[in-house]
């Protein structure tokens, strides 16, 4: 049996941990909520508020701007639902399953591999074989999280997580939603090669929602069954398509490689992408250029650098036909979730689809110079095959043209033996009309191979969250917000008029309009007096709030009071300039403490 390995590192545990007072917060400021709370919910199920669905949708573009836009790569939207077949290729409907153990007395069904993690040292029992887990509940005494019996001695089962769903009325078609957007991509790869003008490499992105029937879905948004994904599918040809490794070889990276999870004494590395090519310690170039252009990403939308690494598959756990795959994972309360997946996927998909659905998955690559090759071809004689085989002869010429492309030796002397449905036929060379010529071609047609980098939207909302996080005390009182970055804060800034003033007012909203027209994300409030209005901002992540006083609507010199959220810190700023300058500040062109 696999033994588990140590964590890499302790994290401080706290009585409240912050994901209680982020979920807390997120309810009531409107970041996310569980749905259908009339109807008393159903689990796995979020609905996000006006806040969370602007955050989301803002961490979407920002992720469109770096890996579609920024990389040159098209992007698409595929239907949610596709047909069983799609399915049977991809080897969903096989292979998909996560592992089930009911409670013999509540009857509540739970991941086994959870109970295992949540109550042993085991980190990854996912990865173990389900007699092992089996083997492992039965050794700890494990119970039902839910009533406590205890569930040593019950079977283990295999739970396919697919959502089935039939495609029309009547004798319908059976469909599923989609447990990843990827598959979208891969079955329309016939015509997105067109658009690629069949040149490779060529990336396609998708951004949108999937749906796995999880049987123990936990922890808010972290784990749902419905959720969005960001995918890129990277296509290209593995003999002649190298990355720019150059581009991101500097970047610095914490790594733990499957050799240190192993290794009862291992411990993360602190490298460069570059380093880490050179040393071996990331195998494929193209999976560590992704990473190389992940990392300065997450930095930038806000995950913390400090609770940020990439985690090597082990070898249980690596999907078999990923040659190397890395997990970008962040801690949460001392617990390290995944936030992608960066996967060399081979020719796997393409494969499955060509064989399965008979279209070519295929792209034409161009040698440099036309190459002299020898085809052999049979060409046999009907008047021969058709009186002697009957309606077996053109099963016999297919069989014949299959021998003759795997084994031309078959043909150089005596009669060709032929097995057809286990009965062995022989055939007279003469009548196969075996011939070998000489061809000359231009190129040849490749299966691409994929290199995937897929990332989790709603896990790495939680993870800005979370790690935005922060209490403090402001002129003695406490004081909790979310230090979001600007370009990701579902609201940029918030303008109040001091007091309830009507010439206040009308200013204030005249501002707000124009921030407004320049794009900022603006929310207008004057409810309450100004530091009740500052704490509300300060909790939702709101990075600047604008107050309009009486200095504003007297003075010739136009200017209102900006509030930093952070710090605290304010300045006196011209009406003027202002949206200018907040947009600036919002781009990264100019910095609150230089003005």
């Given at each position: ?445 490749v299966i691409p191979h994929v290199v995937e980098p897929s990332f989790g939207v709603d896990r790495l909302v939680y993870t800005v969250l979370h790690h935005a996080y922060r209490e403090d005390e402001v002129d003695g009182e406490s004081r909790t917000h979310l230090e979001l970055e600007p370009e990701v804060a579902p609201t940029f800034a918030g303008v109040f008029p001091l007091q309830n003033d009507a010439d206040l007012e009308a200013q204030s909203r005249a501002i707000a309009s124009d921030l407004r027209e320049v794009g900022l994300s603006v929310t207008y409030d004057d409810s309450g007096n100004i530091g009740r209005r ?62």
């Open positions: 049996m696999t033994e588990p390995t140590e964590p890499p590192s302790d994290f401080e545990a706290t009585d409240e941990p912050t994901s209680e007072k982020l979920v807390e917060l997120a309810k009531r400021r409107g970041y996310f909520f569980q749905s259908s709370g009339s109807y008393g919910g159903v689990g796995g199920f979020y609905t996000f508020g006006p806040q969370g669905a602007a955050l989301k949708g803002n961490v979407e573009d920002a992720w469109r701007d770096r890996f579609a836009v920024a990389e040159g790569n098209m992007e698409i939207d595929a239907p949610t639902i596709m047909p069983e077949p799609v399915f049977e290729a991809s080897g969903h409907l096989e292979g998909f399953d996560d592992m089930l153990v009911e409670c013999p007395d509540c009857g509540e069904s739970h991941r086994a591999d959870h109970v295992v993690e949540d109550n042993t040292d085991y980190e990854d029992a996912e990865s173990l074989p389900i007699p092992d887990v089996e083997e492992v509940i039965a050794e700890y005494e494990l119970v039902c999280p839910s009533c406590g019996t205890g569930l040593a001695g019950q079977a283990v089962e295999a739970f396919n997580l697919m959502f089935a769903t039939n495609i029309g009325p009547g004798d319908s078609q059976p469909g599923y939603l989609r447990p990843e957007t990827a598959q979208g991509i891969f079955v329309e790869f016939p015509r997105l090669k067109e658009y690629a003008r069949n040149q490779l490499p060529f990336g396609v992105t998708q951004i949108g929602r999937a749906y796995r029937n999880e049987i123990s879905p936990r922890r808010s948004i972290i784990r749902t069954r419905e959720f969005t994904q960001a995918e890129l599918e990277y296509f290209i040809d593995p003999e002649a398509d190298d990355p720019d490794l150059e581009a991101v070889a500097d970047v610095e990276v914490t790594l733990y490689p499957a050799s240190e999870q192993n290794d009862e004494d291992g411990d993360e590395l602190e490298t460069t992408i570059g380093d880490a090519v050179s040393e071996g310690v990331i195998g494929d170039e193209w999976v560590a250029y992704f990473l190389g252009v992940a990392k300065p990403w997450y930095d930038a939308v806000g995950v913390d650098m400090d609770r940020f690494r990439f985690r090597q598959h082990l070898a249980g756990e690596r999907a078999h036909y990923a040659a190397d795959c890395w997990d970008a994972e962040s801690e949460i309360d001392g617990n390290w979730i995944e936030l992608a997946g960066f996967a060399y996927r081979g020719q796997y998909d393409l494969s499955k689809h060509a064989e399965h659905s008979g279209d070519r998955f295929t792209v034409f690559r161009q040698y440099d110079e036309p190459q002299t090759v020898e085809r052999a071809s049979v060409d046999p004689d009907m008047s021969y095959l058709g009186p002697e085989f009957g309606g077996d002869a053109r099963a016999i010429v297919e069989e014949l043209e299959a021998l003759a492309g795997r084994n031309r030796s078959a043909f150089e002397s005596g009669p060709v033996e032929i097995d057809l449905e286990g009965e062995a036929h022989e055939i007279p060379v003469e009548k196969t009309g075996f011939a070998v010529e000489e061809e000359t071609i231009a190129g040849e047609h500052y704490r509300r901002q300060d909790e939702v992540g709101t990075p600047f709030c604008v107050t309009v006083d009486y200095e504003t609507i007297e003075d010739d010199a136009t200017t209102v009071t900006v509030r930093e959220r952070d710090t605290t810190a304010q300045k006196r700023l011209p009406v003027a300039d202002l949206a200018e300058t907040l947009s600036a500040i919002r781009a990264g062109e100019r910095e609150f403490t230089e003005l």
